[in-house]
């Protein structure tokens, strides 16, 4: 079973920063992808950011320019940085993680981004 472990939310001013961080554990099948969503109150889960295992990269066009995907795939860790935060980035950030044997899905708990204006 895997498992995934945020970290790094909390509260910031807009025009701020934070770094998510997510360390996965288990088995992991080494081609994946890793990526982050986020739930804004009363709004539907999207996607972020994804990070292929070979080092692709997608963004939503929302957060192009501002947000910074990685991984270190010999720890099975994911990171986010979010630059220049804005109050409509305010949401529960989840990490997510994508087998691609077999399009099985992991979730991490969520943790909380609240962006002030």
């Known amino acids: 079973q895997v498992q995934l472990v945020e970290s790094g939310g909390g509260l910031v001013q807009a025009g701020g920063s934070l770094r998510l961080s997510c360390a996965a554990s288990?088995?992991?099948?080494?081609?994946?992808?890793m990526g982050w969503f986020r739930q804004p109150p009363g709004k539907q889960r999207e996607r972020v950011a994804r990070?292929?295992?070979?080092?692709?990269?997608n963004y939503a066009d929302s957060v192009k320019g501002r947000f910074t995907i990685s991984r270190d795939n010999a720890k099975n860790t994911v990171h986010l940085q979010m630059n220049s935060l804005k109050p409509e980035d305010t949401a529960v950030y989840y990490c997510n993680l994508v087998e691609l044997r077999n399009g099985v899905e992991y979730w991490g708990q969520g943790t909380q981004v609240t962006v002030s204006s």
């Open positions: 990070i292929h295992s070979g080092g692709n990269t």
């Open positions: 288990g088995s992991i099948f080494s081609i994946n992808f």
